[in-house]
């Protein structure tokens, strides 16, 4: 490509500066497509400060005190001192130095350009306006404008300066930066100078170093740095690929490949620099998707064409399923690309195509359900996929037959849809639709190929019982249906087992326990007793009892018993004794009392007894019971057993058994019978059975036993009286039983029962003494009376003092010493005293002695008598008394007893 520069000279401006003038024109580079040539790769024109570049030390200006300046200007703002002294102005910018009062000092000045971009670039230029004064001081060769660069960060380089010549007042170019003047000397008015850098790189940076002394003035402007570019390279990007379908031709499109070029050319053709590792890559220029005819695969170095590319001609084919790449670069109809760039193919492989799930399940209210058919990822081609539909429900019960579902591409999933679900009334088994997919295309069959779905019953389980839980029916009837219902009819066979109890036997009827089985839509059916006997004996209604369970397609409901009566048809005997009574000796050991049937029975005839009578168990053995009479028999005997010939004097006795309650029968005539047992003993001896005895203390009962022997069986009272000669009070000491005391029938022996009082008082034993009086139906014999003595068990008591202590002034004449028994006595007690003490005889009356309680009493005094009021002041005396010696009675505790006699002088 060829570029043209067209340079247009700035409108002329005068600035006066300090008397000098600098003349300068702006240039403008037009850059066209038409031609190689340069172009302008950075400018600095200063209308912007700080843009493009950067200066140090940082800008100052000119004043009164200081004529200097560094500054960007136009010559009016900033104004600096003194005036440039401007006759024309458009308002552009510039950069001007003038010493700083350097005065020969080193400080430098660097206007420093940003960084331009050089690659691809040669014949590389600076430009510059620059403009400088003549004064009237001499500029040496050490003040200098410097023009450098820095290419890629290798280090500054002086391309060119302005030096001085050290006998005129201005600079003068030295083109080769090598100290020697060979260029014109730089006029007020800015002229342009260009130089070239002989070297090329990717990054340039260019600075302009100032050193001037005083009224030493330069000016710069229009700074730019141009290249030649002989054809900049297109480049591209790296792209991926996606979708690719297995088995599913790719196009291309122009764009993928993002083709983009600095001078604008269009892109020419792409280069396929590395094909993919897997799948065909190829120019189908037929548009048919295939390979075919004069068409192949690409291979490395390969080319598409611009217009192959518009036209989506680059495909590519891949078979295996896995992913790939290739590698190109692009072309603008003069240079490839500098770099090559990776197409990524990222292929999906063939799907795989299965249920979502192996089961679901609903209610058979759901009118449809949906079974989610899975491709496990989208497919650029239409898959189909067979089904085929079995399960336990029928097409009765939902519509779908086998098909064919298909998947559009780009679909991941669909349904099969089971439709028409029926919403039966009956009672009935879960039931399954089972869809299996097969021959898919386009796809492979996943894991998931059998899809159970479950309608579920949503009818209730009926009940079933017996229609009612009794019936009965005379035994002349030869058979009877017990009915059972189901609550409601039920899809499925309802069975119920049952089992066979009750009071009848097989020789009555016939039926075993078994099973019943409803058929379904069936709401009953029934259990049937067969051949039902018709007898002629007389028997008890019998029972067949019918008993349901273990249901199936069922619960059981209400009435799972049923009890079916035969009723018997035959009349009923009547029963009593053969005779109203008889009778025996005791010498007899048994007894026969026999009861008759009017007639045989075929059933057992029980009827109950009991039995009284004057004769008690002691007698005979006979209970309460039941006679029974087995079927087919017409008499029994109930037996008076064990009859006692004892060797009591006794009444003639009688046994009456009375007849009760028959069953299976009813009462005759004769339901009492009386057995009478005669006597045949003599009357027994009677006597106390000891002459004397003592009690156990002085309380409790003392029992005198009465002896008789034989027993009798007679009741034998016996009389008594206390004699006179007792020391017993009785009320006092004893309460005693009554008179007279009787020995019951049976018995050998009676107590006259009696009762000690016990007392608190230690006292004397004492005696009691009954006698027999004349007894009938007995002979007293041997110990006619008895002496109970009543032994004394009252401990004795203690005797004691109160008080261990006491005291009291001598002003009172006297004192009492308590002294306490323990308990009351019942006889009269004594203790001897001693008295000792600090006390004298002259002090108070009381000598050694015998103190006496008498019985009943529980305490006495000691007393310490005239005791004496002195008028002597002493000590406080004391009166010792000290029992001992009792009698009836034991010391206690407090033996000694200390009256002390307070001085009160």
């Given at each position: 490509?060829?570029?043209?520069?067209?340079?247009?000279?700035?409108?002329?401006?005068?600035?006066?500066?300090?008397?000098?003038?600098?003349?300068?024109?702006?240039?403008f580079?037009f850059?066209?497509?038409?031609?190689?040539?340069?172009?302008?790769?950075?400018?600095?024109?200063?209308?912007?400060d700080?843009?493009?570049y950067?200066?140090?030390?940082s800008?100052?200006n000119?004043?009164?005190?200081?004529?200097?300046?560094?500054?960007?200007?136009?010559?009016?703002?900033?104004?600096?001192?003194?005036?440039?002294?401007?006759?024309?102005?458009?308002?552009?910018?510039?950069?001007?130095?003038?010493?700083?009062?350097?005065?020969?000092?080193?400080t430098?000045h660097?206007?420093?350009?940003?960084?331009?971009?050089?690659?691809?670039?040669?014949n590389?230029?600076?430009?510059?306006?620059?403009?400088?004064?003549?004064?009237?001081?001499?500029?040496?060769?050490?003040?200098?404008?410097?023009i450098?660069?820095?290419?890629?960060?290798?280090?500054?380089?002086?391309?060119?300066?302005?030096?001085?010549d050290?006998?005129?007042?201005?600079y003068?170019?030295?083109?080769?930066?090598?100290?020697?003047i060979?260029?014109?000397?730089?006029?007020?008015?800015?002229s342009?100078?260009?130089?070239?850098?002989?070297?090329t790189?990717?990054?340039?940076?260019?600075?302009?170093h100032?050193?001037?002394?005083?009224?030493?003035?330069?000016?710069?402007?229009?700074?730019?740095?141009?290249?030649?570019?002989?054809?900049?390279?297109?480049?591209?990007?790296?792209?991926?690929?996606?979708?690719?379908?297995?088995?599913?031709?790719?196009?291309?499109?122009?764009?993928?490949?993002?083709?983009?070029?600095?001078?604008?050319?269009?892109?020419?053709?792409?280069r396929i620099?590395?094909?993919?590792?897997?799948?065909?890559?190829?120019?189908d220029?037929?548009?048919?998707?295939t390979?075919?005819?004069?068409e192949?695969?690409?291979?490395?170095?390969?080319?598409?064409?611009?217009?192959?590319?518009?036209?989506?001609?680059?495909?590519?084919?891949?078979?295996s399923?896995?992913?790939?790449?290739f590698?190109?670069?692009?072309?603008?109809?003069?240079?490839?690309?500098?770099?090559?760039?990776?197409?990524?193919?990222?292929?999906?492989?063939?799907?795989?195509?299965?249920?979502?799930?192996?089961?679901?399940?609903?209610?058979?209210?759901?009118?449809?359900?949906?079974?989610?058919?899975?491709?496990?990822?989208?497919?650029?081609?239409?898959?189909?996929?067979?089904?085929?539909?079995?399960?336990?429900?029928?097409?009765?019960?939902?519509?779908?037959?086998d098909?064919?579902l298909?998947?559009?591409?780009g679909?991941?999933?669909?349904?099969?849809?089971?439709?028409?679900?029926?919403?039966?009334?009956?009672?009935?088994?879960?039931?399954?639709v089972?869809?299996?997919?097969?021959?898919?295309?386009?796809?492979?069959?996943?894991?998931?190929?059998v899809?159970?779905?479950?309608?579920?019953?949503?009818?209730?389980?009926?009940?079933i019982?017996?229609?009612?839980?009794?019936?009965?029916?005379?035994?002349?009837?030869?058979?009877?249906?017990?009915?059972?219902?189901?609550?409601?009819?039920?899809?499925?066979?309802?069975?119920?087992?049952?089992?066979?109890?009750?009071?009848?036997?097989?020789?009555?009827?016939?039926?075993?326990?078994?099973?019943l089985?409803i058929?379904?839509?069936d709401?009953?059916?029934?259990?049937?007793?067969?051949?039902?006997?018709?007898?002629?004996?007389?028997?008890?209604?019998?029972?067949?009892?019918?008993?349901?369970?273990?249901?199936?397609n069922?619960t059981?409901?209400?009435?799972?018993?049923?009890?079916?009566?035969?009723?018997?048809?035959?009349?009923?005997?009547?029963?009593?004794?053969?005779?109203?009574?008889?009778?025996?000796?005791e010498?007899?050991?048994?007894?026969?009392?026999?009861?008759?049937?009017?007639?045989?029975?075929?059933?057992?005839?029980?009827?109950?007894?009991?039995?009284?009578?004057?004769?008690?168990?002691a007698?005979?053995?006979?209970?309460?019971?039941?006679?029974?009479?087995?079927?087919?028999?017409?008499?029994?005997n109930?037996?008076?057993?064990?009859i006692?010939?004892?060797l009591?004097?006794?009444?003639?006795?009688?046994?009456?058994?009375?007849?009760?309650?028959?069953?299976?029968?009813?009462?005759?005539?004769?339901?009492?019978?009386?057995?009478?047992?005669n006597?045949?003993?003599?009357?027994?001896?009677?006597?106390?059975?000891?002459?004397?005895?003592?009690?156990?203390?002085?309380?409790?009962?003392?029992?005198?036993?009465?002896?008789?022997?034989?027993?009798?069986?007679?009741?034998?009272?016996?009389?008594f009286?206390v004699?006179?000669?007792?020391?017993?009070t009785?009320?006092?000491?004893?309460?005693?039983?009554?008179?007279?005391?009787?020995?019951?029938?049976?018995?050998?022996?009676?107590?006259?029962?009696?009762n000690?009082?016990?007392?608190?008082?230690?006292?004397?034993?004492?005696?009691?003494v009954?006698?027999?009086?004349?007894?009938?139906?007995?002979?007293?014999?041997l110990?006619?009376?008895?002496?109970?003595?009543?032994?004394?068990?009252?401990?004795?008591?203690?005797?004691?003092?109160?008080?261990?202590?006491?005291?009291?002034?001598?002003a009172?004449?006297?004192?009492?010493?308590?002294?306490?028994?323990?308990?009351?006595?019942?006889l009269?007690?004594?203790?001897?005293?001693?008295?000792?003490?600090?006390?004298?005889?002259?002090?108070?009356?009381?000598?050694?002695?015998?103190?006496?309680?008498?019985?009943?009493?529980?305490?006495?005094n000691?007393?310490?008598?005239?005791?004496?009021?002195?008028?002597?002041?002493?000590?406080?005396?004391?009166?010792?008394?000290?029992?001992?010696?009792?009698?009836?009675?034991?010391?206690?505790?407090?033996?000694?007893?200390?009256?002390?006699?307070?001085?009160?002088?």
């Amino acid at each position: 490509m060829k570029r043209e520069v067209n340079r247009i000279m700035h409108p002329q401006r005068n600035i006066k500066l300090k008397g000098f003038q600098i003349l300068f024109f702006v240039v403008f580079l037009f850059i066209t497509n038409h031609g190689l040539g340069q172009t302008t790769l950075h400018t600095v024109d200063f209308e912007t400060d700080g843009s493009g570049y950067t200066v140090s030390p940082s800008e100052s200006n000119a004043n009164t005190s200081n004529p200097d300046y560094w500054i960007r200007t136009n010559g009016i703002t900033p104004a600096i001192f003194p005036t440039y002294g401007f006759t024309t102005s458009n308002g552009d910018y510039f950069f001007a130095i003038e010493d700083l009062d350097y005065d020969g000092g080193a400080t430098k000045h660097i206007i420093t350009c940003d960084a331009v971009t050089v690659s691809g670039y040669s014949n590389l230029q600076i430009k510059l306006l620059v403009g400088g004064t003549t004064g009237t001081q001499t500029i040496e060769p050490t003040k200098f404008l410097k023009i450098e660069y820095n290419m890629d960060g290798g280090g500054w380089v002086t391309r060119a300066q302005f030096i001085g010549d050290n006998t005129n007042y201005r600079y003068y170019e030295d083109e080769n930066a090598d100290g020697t003047i060979d260029g014109p000397a730089l006029l007020s008015a800015l002229s342009e100078f260009t130089y070239s850098i002989p070297v090329t790189g990717s990054s340039l940076q260019v600075r302009f170093h100032f050193y001037c002394g005083g009224s030493e003035e330069l000016a710069i402007d229009d700074i730019r740095v141009l290249g030649v570019s002989a054809n900049a390279s297109p480049t591209a990007s790296n792209f991926t690929a996606s979708p690719i379908y297995q088995g599913t031709p790719y196009a291309f499109a122009t764009a993928d490949f993002a083709y983009s070029d600095s001078d604008s050319d269009p892109i020419d053709h792409v280069r396929i620099t590395a094909v993919p590792g897997t799948g065909s890559l190829w120019v189908d220029s037929d548009a048919s998707g295939t390979i075919n005819g004069a068409e192949s695969a690409l291979s490395n170095g390969g080319t598409v064409s611009k217009a192959n590319l518009d036209a989506g001609y680059l495909k590519y084919l891949n078979t295996s399923g896995t992913s790939s790449s290739f590698t190109f670069d692009v072309n603008d109809g003069t240079d490839y690309s500098v770099s090559t760039f990776t197409a990524t193919l990222t292929v999906t492989p063939v799907p795989t195509i299965a249920f979502n799930a192996t089961s679901s399940n609903g209610t058979e209210a759901l009118a449809s359900a949906d079974l989610q058919v899975d491709l496990s990822a989208a497919s650029g081609l239409t898959v189909t996929v067979d089904y085929t539909v079995t399960g336990t429900a029928s097409s009765a019960d939902y519509t779908l037959a086998d098909g064919t579902l298909t998947l559009t591409a780009g679909d991941v999933n669909k349904n099969i849809t089971i439709t028409s679900i029926v919403n039966d009334l009956l009672d009935e088994n879960n039931e399954t639709v089972i869809v299996t997919l097969s021959n898919p295309t386009n796809a492979t069959l996943g894991t998931n190929t059998v899809h159970t779905y479950t309608i579920n019953d949503n009818d209730g389980t009926p009940t079933i019982a017996f229609n009612a839980t009794s019936s009965n029916g005379t035994e002349a009837l030869a058979s009877a249906n017990l009915q059972v219902d189901l609550s409601a009819a039920s899809g499925l066979t309802v069975t119920v087992d049952y089992t066979v109890t009750g009071t009848a036997t097989s020789a009555d009827y016939t039926l075993a326990d078994g099973t019943l089985t409803i058929t379904a839509g069936d709401v009953n059916d029934n259990i049937t007793i067969g051949s039902i006997v018709n007898d002629l004996l007389d028997e008890n209604n019998e029972t067949v009892i019918v008993t349901l369970s273990s249901p199936t397609n069922a619960t059981l409901g209400t009435n799972t018993v049923h009890t079916y009566t035969i009723n018997d048809n035959d009349g009923t005997p009547t029963i009593a004794f053969n005779a109203t009574s008889s009778n025996g000796t005791e010498a007899l050991a048994s007894a026969n009392l026999q009861v008759d049937l009017s007639a045989a029975s075929g059933l057992t005839v029980t009827v109950d007894y009991t039995v009284t009578g004057t004769a008690t168990s002691a007698d005979y053995t006979l209970a309460d019971g039941t006679l029974t009479i087995t079927a087919g028999d017409v008499n029994d005997n109930i037996t008076i057993a064990s009859i006692v010939n004892d060797l009591l004097d006794e009444n003639n006795e009688t046994v009456i058994v009375t007849l009760s309650n028959p069953t299976n029968a009813s009462l005759g005539t004769n339901t009492v019978h009386t057995y009478t047992i005669n006597d045949n003993d003599a009357l027994p001896d009677v006597s106390f059975e000891y002459a004397a005895q003592n009690s156990i203390g002085e309380s409790g009962v003392v029992n005198m036993k009465i002896v008789m022997l034989p027993a009798s069986g007679r009741d034998v009272s016996i009389p008594f009286t206390v004699n006179a000669s007792s020391t017993a009070t009785e009320g006092v000491d004893y309460t005693i039983s009554s008179s007279p005391i009787v020995i019951p029938a049976g018995s050998e022996n009676v107590n006259i029962v009696v009762n000690v009082v016990s007392d608190a008082f230690d006292e004397d034993n004492e005696t009691l003494v009954v006698d027999m009086g004349a007894v009938d139906y007995a002979i007293p014999q041997l110990n006619t009376s008895q002496t109970l003595t009543l032994i004394d068990d009252d401990a004795t008591p203690t005797i004691a003092f109160n008080a261990t202590s006491s005291n009291g002034s001598e002003a009172l004449a006297s004192a009492d010493l308590q002294v306490d028994l323990s308990a009351a006595s019942g006889l009269t007690v004594t203790v001897d005293y001693m008295v000792t003490g600090t006390a004298t005889g002259a002090d108070y009356t009381l000598a050694d002695g015998t103190l006496t309680l008498t019985a009943g009493d529980v305490n006495d005094n000691i007393t310490i008598g005239s005791i004496v009021n002195d008028l002597l002041d002493e000590n406080n005396e004391t009166v010792i008394v000290t029992l001992s010696n009792p009698v009836n009675a034991t010391l206690g505790t407090n033996t000694i007893h200390t009256y002390t006699i307070n001085d009160n002088d």
